[in-house]
């Protein structure tokens, strides 16, 4: 049984709220500094990040990544992971703050 603290909410620019399970958004090393480090982020304790310069296009497409690292990451055949090219530019941006 799946309890609260499972999932994680990341909130995109315009406000859309992907939820999605901890294990996937551990896969960022920022989202895993802010859900597990000493620090105490408030992320920690709401299970939540916002991030205000992440268009929703984007994070869903990173939040899609994350699904496919974690399903592809101790299989020696890796299927291709599919970039259109006009995103291309922001989503490497936001990868390299996400540390993914």
Do not use: Q
Not at 19 to 48: D, Q, W, Y
């Amino acid at each position: 049984m799946a309890s609260e603290n499972d999932y994680v909410t990341l909130i995109s620019a315009e406000g859309f709220e992907f939820v999605i399970e901890r294990r996937c958004a551990l896969m960022s090393g920022t989202i895993k500094a802010m859900l597990t480090g000493p620090a105490h982020f408030s992320e920690s304790k709401e299970n939540t990040v916002t991030f205000p310069e992440i268009s929703t296009r984007i994070l869903e497409k990173v939040v899609e990544y994350f699904h496919y690292k974690v399903r592809w990451s101790h299989s020696s055949e890796v299927p291709e992971f599919k970039i259109e090219p006009e995103i291309a530019l922001e989503l490497l941006m936001a990868a390299n703050f996400l540390d993914t």
